[in-house]
């Protein structure tokens, strides 16, 4: 979902356009798979499975990102069946949508993102991966809010099979 405001800059006295977008994205959880959220690893005994290395929060955010510049989608640029992006550092995949939308005029005003799941405990990596995150969108860690919630034991997200991450971006012209 894609919302396009004119606003009027009063000190500079010329129009900001301002876009907003959603992402989200699911993967499941295996064994014997690294877990990759937020660009950082965290210990536990399972990981996301997925074509690349399945950071489920970067996903989404780079969806909301593409989806407030009307630019498609992640699996449009980055395909499960191309070999190039076989267990690819979702890091890197944040880095060329921050190019797409360098290119087209965009930059990256804030995201607010939520990851679901029931374990491990999100809260004590919430910095780490605002200080990763935050370089990537050429913004400050303040305007990277993530967010986590469990699914209060319900679905796969409350069986532990599977990791759902939702987010918003604002961008704007330059």
């Not at 010329?14 to 959880?29: T, W």
């Not at 930059?107 to 200080?131: F, W």
Request: with cysteine; aromatic share 6%.
């Amino acid at each position: 979902m894609t919302f396009r405001v004119q606003t009027l800059n009063a000190a500079q006295n010329k129009m900001v356009n301002i876009r907003v977008g959603f992402g989200y994205d699911v993967h499941p959880l295996g064994e014997g798979r690294e877990l990759w959220l937020g660009g950082i690893r965290l210990q536990f005994d399972k990981g996301c499975v997925g074509h690349s290395d399945a950071d489920v929060l970067l996903h989404a955010i780079c969806d909301a990102l593409l989806g407030a510049a009307n630019l498609r989608d992640i699996g449009f640029h980055f395909p499960n069946t191309d070999p190039k992006y076989k267990g690819a550092d979702s890091k890197l995949l944040l880095t060329e949508v921050i190019a797409l939308l360098d290119k087209n005029g965009y930059a990256v005003g804030n995201i607010d993102a939520t990851l679901s799941m029931e374990a491990p405990k999100i809260n004590p990596h919430i910095e780490a991966m605002q200080n990763v995150i935050a370089p990537i969108l050429k913004v400050t860690p303040n305007e990277v809010s993530i967010k986590a919630t469990t699914n209060e034991k319900l679905g796969y997200v409350g069986r532990e099979e599977g990791v759902n991450a939702f987010a918003v971006a604002l961008i704007y012209k330059k």
